[in-house]
């Protein structure tokens, strides 16, 4: 079956500074990722997708890369702001099937 | 333009007992999926309902059923309820997966525990 994993469980860094959250996946069949943020108490929040036929993408301050090649995601946060201290999750899927999750990543924000 | 609502957001629950958890999706969207998420755990597809139907299932036994309402509103049910159901359940609506990659919106679940 399909696994997602992140490289890093935790991640801290200083405000201000970038941050790069990893992913691994390994369904080759996946053509399609999002990046969910996950605050206490609350559920996923939509950050920014991706699909295959593409390598990158942007948003406001927000960049995720595609590698293919050796089945790797990540999100780059730029300027990293209090804020941003949550839970990071990368989902795989492809259409019409269901989305799989990764573990999380934590991201603390020193300020 | 309201997201996706779950109720009730906390719920306490003793082994064996019966629970009925609720969601309606946002507005415009037409599929309903249901995830639980252990503590410190992505979370984990537990079944998607399309047009009122069951179209995928994860791995989860009987004991977890559901039901989509003619307004695309969702029930969840779990029966006999064991410790290790106690969890984080997320429902979460999208557009028809069968025919759009898009993503899924995740309401703020409800929290169940198990005593």
């Known amino acids: 079956g399909e696994s997602v994993g992140l490289h890093l469980p935790t991640l801290s860094v200083q405000e201000g500074d970038n941050s790069i959250i990893n992913c691994a996946y390994s369904?080759?069949?996946?053509?399609?990722f999002i990046w969910y943020k996950q605050e206490s108490g609350k559920g996923p929040q939509f950050i920014i997708d991706?699909?295959?036929?593409?390598d990158k993408r942007q948003g406001q301050r927000v960049t995720v890369l595609l590698n293919k090649t050796v089945k790797h995601l990540s999100l780059q946060i730029a300027a990293t702001q209090p804020g941003d201290s949550a839970v990071y999750f990368c989902?795989?899927?492809?259409?019409?099937?269901?989305?799989?999750f990764g573990t999380g990543t934590s991201l603390t924000v020193i300020p | 333009d309201a997201g996706v609502t779950q109720s009730p957001t906390h719920l306490i629950k003793t082994r064996g007992q019966q629970v009925t958890l609720r969601c309606s999706p946002k507005?415009?969207?037409?599929?309903v999926s249901w995830y639980q998420q252990a503590l410190g755990q992505g979370p984990q597809f537990i079944f998607q309902y399309y047009e009122e139907e069951e179209r995928q299932r994860g791995n989860f036994p009987d004991r977890f059923s559901g039901h989509q309402f003619p307004n695309y509103s969702s029930e969840l049910n779990v029966n006999a309820l064991l410790l290790g159901d106690s969890a984080l359940y997320l429902c979460?609506?999208?557009?028809?997966?069968?025919?759009?990659?898009?993503?899924?919106?995740f309401g703020n679940g409800t929290r169940l525990t198990v005593t």
């Open positions: 979460a609506s999208s557009r028809d997966r069968a025919r759009y990659n898009s993503p899924l919106h």
């Open positions: 989902a795989e899927g492809n259409t019409g099937n269901q989305f799989y």
């Open positions: 507005s415009g969207h037409d599929t």
């Open positions: 991706i699909r295959s036929n593409m």
């Open positions: 369904n080759s069949a996946s053509d399609y």
